[in-house]
Antibody, heavy 121, light 113 residues
Framework: QLQLQESGPGLVKPSETLSLTCTVS??????????WGWIRQPPGKGLEWIGS???????HYNPSLKSRVTMSVDTSKNQFSLKLRSVTAADTAVYYC?????????????WGQGTLVTVSS | DIVMTQSPDSLAVSLGERATINCKSS????????????LGWYQQKPGQPPKLLIY???TRESGVPDRFSGSGSGTDFTLTISSLQAEDVAIYYC?????????FGQGTKLEIK
C-alpha cells in the first residue's frame, strides 16, 4: 500500500524559507507513471494546489506562487521536497503531499496526512 | 485560471435521503481527444486529508461505496449521495485537472438534518 509522509519544521519565521519533504513508501517515486504534488490548506479554508513534479525533475508550479517555490526529487531516498521562500503569515497552512494517479493531468489518489506549518516570529 | 464554484456552501440532509452537490467550472474541462471530463470529487473529514471519491467526472474510485455517483459534462457537474449515511458527514470538494493551475471548488459542508 502506497504511503506518503510529510516532514519538516512546524514553525517558520516571516521572510524565511519553508522546507518540507515527502517520503514515499510502498512504491517507487521513479515510476514513469506518476507525478507528485504539493497542496496546502489554510486553517478552516479550502485547498490550493502548489505544484507538481516528475521523477525526472520536470515541474508545474501554480503561477500565484511560482516566484517563491522550488520543488525537487531525490530518487535515491524516494523523496520529493518543497521550498517556499519569503514566507508570511498568509502561508500558514496544512501542507499535503500527494500522488497524481496517472500522469500530469490526473487526479490526486494518494495523500499524506498533512503537516501544519505556522509562520510566526 | 479555471474557477470552480460549488453550490450550496452547506447542506443538511436527513439520514437515508439524497444529497446533491453541484460544481461549475468557468470553462470547459472536457478533453475532446478522449471525450473525458477532467473533474474529480474529494471527501474531507475533520483532521484528515482529502480522499478521492470520483474521477473523470463519473468514475468511482476503488472501494468507494456505490451510493456515491458523479455526473455532468463540460462545465456543470454533480456529486450525488443516494442514501446519506452518518459517516458521509464531511466537506466535499470538486477539482479540475484539465489544466494547470489545478483548482478546487470552495467546498460544500454536508451535515445531518
Amino acid at each position: 500500500q502506497l504511503q506518503l509522509q510529510e516532514s519538516g519544521p512546524g514553525l517558520v519565521k516571516p521572510s524565511e524559507t519553508l522546507s518540507l519533504t515527502c517520503t514515499v513508501s510502498g512504491g517507487s517515486i521513479s515510476s514513469s507513471s506518476y507525478y507528485w504534488g504539493w497542496i496546502r490548506q489554510p486553517p478552516g479554508k479550502g485547498l490550493e494546489w502548489i505544484g507538481s513534479i516528475y521523477y525526472s525533475g520536470s515541474t508545474h508550479y501554480n503561477p500565484s506562487l511560482k516566484s517563491r517555490v522550488t520543488m525537487s526529487v531525490d530518487t535515491s531516498k524516494n523523496q520529493f521536497s518543497l521550498k517556499l521562500r519569503s514566507v508570511t503569515a498568509a502561508d500558514t497552512a496544512v501542507y499535503y503531499c500527494a500522488r497524481l494517479s496517472g500522469g500530469a493531468y490526473t487526479p490526486l489518489d494518494y495523500w499524506g496526512q498533512g503537516t501544519l506549518v505556522t509562520v510566526s516570529s | 485560471d479555471i474557477v470552480m464554484t460549488q453550490s450550496p456552501d452547506s447542506l443538511a440532509v436527513s439520514l437515508g435521503e439524497r444529497a446533491t452537490i453541484n460544481c461549475k467550472s468557468s470553462q470547459t474541462v472536457l478533453y475532446n481527444s478522449n471525450n473525458k471530463n477532467s473533474l474529480g470529487w474529494y471527501q474531507q473529514k475533520p483532521g484528515q486529508p482529502p480522499k478521492l471519491l470520483i474521477y473523470w467526472a463519473s468514475t468511482r474510485e476503488s472501494g468507494v461505496p456505490d451510493r456515491f455517483s458523479g455526473s455532468g459534462s463540460g462545465t456543470d457537474f454533480t456529486l450525488t449521495i443516494s442514501s446519506l449515511q452518518a459517516e458521509d458527514v464531511a466537506i466535499y470538494y470538486c477539482q479540475q485537472y484539465y489544466t494547470t493551475p489545478y483548482t478546487f471548488g470552495q467546498g460544500t459542508k454536508l451535515e445531518i438534518k
